[in-house]
């Protein structure tokens, strides 16, 4: 391939990546409050097309410097951290099964997008916790 056509399929997988982002965006929030959605699949999903992105931006020969310029980007958010648990080593809320509420696993943590929702969950929990702001990837 030549570098303009190299150029104008980056840019057509751009476009189809952003739009397939967009629509599976737009079914999470559609989902956000239906029983029986299991989020952290709906997360997994996105992953697996995220890298098939990568594979394909692989696949029409792009740099190195390119193919960091398009990667996933940094994702950020609130969580709890159990208050008698050191901050070096902290047990994040995730309520994924009965009894087993706390990870050492911030990739399995309770995700809040404000920092307000996740302090109110605090406070509706009746435990003491720490309202951490965390980055993923």
């Given at each position: 391939?030549?570098?303009?056509?190299?150029?104008?399929?980056?840019?057509?997988?751009?476009?189809a990546?952003?739009?397939?982002?967009?629509?599976?965006?737009?079914?999470?929030?559609?989902?956000?409050y239906?029983?029986?959605?299991?989020?952290?699949?709906?997360?997994?999903?996105?992953?697996?097309?995220?890298?098939g992105?990568?594979?394909?931006?692989?696949?029409?020969?792009?740099?190195?410097?390119?193919?960091?310029?398009?990667?996933?980007?940094?994702?950020?958010g609130?969580?709890?951290?159990r208050?008698?648990?050191?901050?070096?080593?902290?047990?994040y809320?995730?309520?994924?099964?009965?009894?087993?509420?706390?990870?050492?696993?911030?990739?399995?943590?309770?995700?809040?997008?404000?920092?307000?929702?996740?302090?109110?969950?605090?406070?509706?929990?009746?435990?003491?916790?720490?309202?951490?702001?965390?980055?993923?990837?």
């Amino acid at each position: 391939m030549q570098p303009s056509d190299v150029d104008k399929a980056v840019d057509l997988i751009r476009a189809a990546e952003a739009s397939a982002l967009r629509s599976l965006d737009d079914v999470v929030t559609a989902l956000r409050y239906e029983e029986g959605v299991d989020r952290r699949y709906m997360a997994i999903g996105r992953t697996q097309i995220e890298l098939g992105f990568m594979a394909v931006y692989r696949s029409v020969g792009l740099s190195a410097a390119l193919a960091a310029a398009v990667k996933a980007p940094v994702e950020t958010g609130w969580v709890l951290e159990r208050a008698d648990s050191p901050t070096e080593a902290p047990l994040y809320y995730c309520p994924r099964v009965h009894g087993e509420q706390w990870t050492l696993h911030a990739d399995d943590a309770l995700r809040c997008d404000r920092e307000i929702d996740a302090a109110q969950l605090g406070v509706a929990l009746g435990i003491a916790v720490r309202v951490c702001e965390h980055r993923w990837g």
